[in-house]
């Protein structure tokens, strides 16, 4: 795995420069078959990353621009009455893909942001009545601005729960600007990657990563982390036993990317805040004294102990 893993981390930095972090955060997600949610101020690759990680599998990918004015049906699909067979016929929608890329999800309603909650946990829709699967392999990956808020619909905590890790881009760094620019003359996008696996591949490597041995004191280490955010005084809501499950799987997925066929503590630790902290709700005195739920995640990880063995 961590041989297919590399080369899909130098394949997408032909088109992301300067930001091996978020491609690596985010091809640990699609090995461990969870969804991501991408949030950042525009400009920064959202679109692109998630672009070139579609590009990269091998699969089919669709891309939804989420509005106000989009309907569930436009998400899932709808059926439509055929007059020459006498019968409704089912049109899917762009939810049917390998990678759905759900541009700016916070932009659409409540309703039409709930089409997806069934596609994301059962791997299905259900349209009048009868249900469809997708894939495998399948993942949303989604992205939203933080900054400007007019005219959005915040994700509801049950939506979030939903995305197995959410990540920053950030800006690059100056010599990785520097290159971004450089390499504009050539007009290479996401859109002229080619496949580096297939998605069968990719299906065999993730179903691997289930195999990839995780001690028992790392599960007692991965509950008491989690049941920690459920105590903190400055967390009006903790992280749920979805957020525990993701964590050991997104664990599991770290390691065998490194070469690894077993998890130790750093895995865990380095992958708690991209994991759990979209799941917690802050305290509104928390929030006065500019306390983010990263913040206190980093608290429980110096407060409560690692396991000293991990055989």
Same mark, same amino acid.
């Given at each position: 795995?961590?041989?297919?893993? #590399?080369?899909?981390?130098?394949?997408?930095?032909?088109?992301?420069?300067?930001?091996?972090?978020?491609?690596?955060?985010?091809?640990?997600?699609?090995?461990?078959?969870?969804?991501?949610? =991408?949030?950042?101020?525009?400009?920064?690759?959202?679109?692109?990353?998630?672009?070139?990680?579609?590009?990269? *599998?091998?699969?089919?990918?669709? /891309?939804?621009?989420?509005?106000?004015?989009?309907?569930?049906?436009? *998400?899932?699909?709808?059926?439509?009455? %055929?007059?020459?067979? %006498?019968?409704?016929?089912?049109?899917?929608?762009?939810?049917?893909?390998?990678?759905?890329?759900?541009?700016?999800?916070?932009?659409?309603?409540?309703?039409?942001?709930?089409?997806?909650?069934?596609?994301?946990?059962?791997?299905?829709?259900?349209?009048?009545?009868?249900?469809?699967?997708?894939?495998?392999?399948?993942?949303?990956?989604?992205?939203?601005?933080?900054?400007?808020?007019?005219?959005?619909?915040?994700?509801?905590?049950?939506?979030?729960?939903?995305?197995?890790?959410?990540?920053?881009?950030?800006?690059?760094?100056?010599?990785?600007? =520097?290159?971004?620019?450089?390499?504009?003359?050539?007009?290479?996008? !996401?859109?002229?990657?080619? $496949?580096?696996?297939?998605?069968?591949?990719?299906?065999?490597?993730?179903?691997?990563?289930?195999? @990839?041995? *995780? $001690?028992?004191?790392?599960?007692?280490?991965?509950?008491?982390?989690?049941?920690?955010?459920?105590?903190?005084?400055?967390? !009006?809501?903790?992280?749920?036993?979805?957020?525990?499950?993701?964590?050991? #799987?997104?664990? #599991?997925?770290?390691?065998?990317?490194?070469?690894?066929?077993?998890?130790?503590?750093?895995?865990?630790?380095?992958? $708690?805040?991209?994991?759990? !902290?979209?799941?917690?709700?802050?305290?509104?005195?928390?929030?006065? /004294?500019?306390?983010?739920?990263?913040?206190? @995640?980093?608290?429980?990880? !110096?407060?409560?102990?690692?396991?000293?063995?991990?055989?």
């Amino acid at each position: 795995m961590d041989q297919a893993f #590399r080369k899909l981390v130098e394949h997408i930095e032909q088109v992301i420069q300067g930001k091996r972090e978020a491609v690596q955060l985010a091809l640990v997600c699609l090995f461990a078959q969870g969804h991501l949610l =991408i949030e950042d101020v525009p400009g920064v690759g959202k679109t692109s990353l998630a672009k070139a990680i579609a590009r990269s *599998v091998g699969g089919t990918w669709a /891309r939804i621009q989420f509005t106000p004015d989009l309907l569930p049906s436009d *998400v899932t699909g709808v059926s439509i009455w %055929n007059r020459i067979d %006498n019968r409704f016929e089912f049109r899917p929608g762009g939810v049917f893909s390998t990678v759905l890329l759900a541009d700016e999800i916070n932009r659409a309603s409540p309703k039409t942001q709930s089409a997806l909650l069934e596609a994301m946990e059962e791997g299905q829709v259900t349209v009048d009545g009868h249900t469809y699967p997708l894939g495998p392999p399948f993942m949303v990956i989604a992205t939203q601005n933080p900054i400007e808020l007019e005219g959005t619909y915040p994700l509801p905590e049950a939506q979030l729960d939903r995305f197995l890790m959410r990540i920053e881009m950030g800006y690059p760094d100056r010599d990785a600007e =520097i290159d971004i620019l450089e390499a504009d003359r050539d007009h290479a996008g !996401a859109a002229d990657l080619g $496949a580096v696996i297939t998605s069968d591949e990719l299906m065999e490597l993730s179903r691997a990563i289930g195999q @990839i041995h *995780v $001690a028992p004191a790392l599960r007692e280490y991965i509950v008491a982390l989690v049941d920690a955010t459920r105590r903190h005084p400055g967390l !009006a809501l903790g992280a749920s036993p979805r957020g525990a499950l993701g964590l050991q #799987r997104a664990a #599991r997925a770290w390691a065998g990317a490194a070469g690894r066929d077993f998890v130790l503590p750093d895995d865990i630790k380095r992958l $708690a805040v991209p994991v759990l !902290a979209h799941r917690l709700v802050p305290t509104a005195d928390a929030e006065l /004294r500019g306390m983010h739920s990263s913040d206190l @995640i980093a608290e429980l990880l !110096a407060t409560v102990p690692v396991p000293g063995a991990t055989g």
